[in-house]
Nanobody, 127 residues
Framework: QVQLVESGGRLVQAGASLRLSCAAS????????MGWFRQAPGNEREFVAA????????YYSDSVKGRFTISRDNTKRTVYLQMNSLNPEDTAVYYC????????????????????WGQGTQVTVSS
């Protein structure tokens, strides 16, 4: 069992930066690939970014590539999402999730099943 707790979401203006954190407890953190997903009102949950257990492989959705950066500190059992140049379309509840499914390609991080989920943190970007 892995417990995930997100933090860092808040209201910001367009163009601002924000860093989300996801703290994990439970089983060996480095055994899990970690992903960030988001869900805006009326929309389905969508993949944002993910990293393998070591952090050596990352993958991003096209909508955030070049603006968002995922990183992890396995000594702190924490994964981060640095979000720059935020725009109102980034407004959503952001969730972190953990997967223990093996990754063959970076793209697998976006389609592998994620077993554990956090409760989410709200990010609101005003125009």
């Amino acid at each position: 069992q892995v417990q995930l707790v997100e933090s860092g979401g808040r209201l910001v203006q367009a163009g601002a930066s924000l860093r989300l954190s996801c703290a994990a407890s439970g089983r060996t953190f480095s055994n899990y690939g970690m992903g960030w997903f988001r869900q805006a009102p009326g929309n389905e949950r969508e993949f944002v970014a993910a990293a393998t257990g070591s952090g050596g492989i990352t993958y991003y959705s096209d909508s955030v590539k070049g603006r968002f950066t995922i990183s992890r500190d396995n000594t702190k059992r924490t994964v981060y999402l640095q979000m720059n140049s935020l725009n109102p379309e980034d407004t959503a509840v952001y969730y972190c999730a953990a997967t223990d499914t093996r990754v063959r390609t970076a793209q697998d991080l976006s389609i592998n099943p994620y077993k554990y989920w956090g409760q989410g943190t709200q990010v609101t970007v005003s125009s």
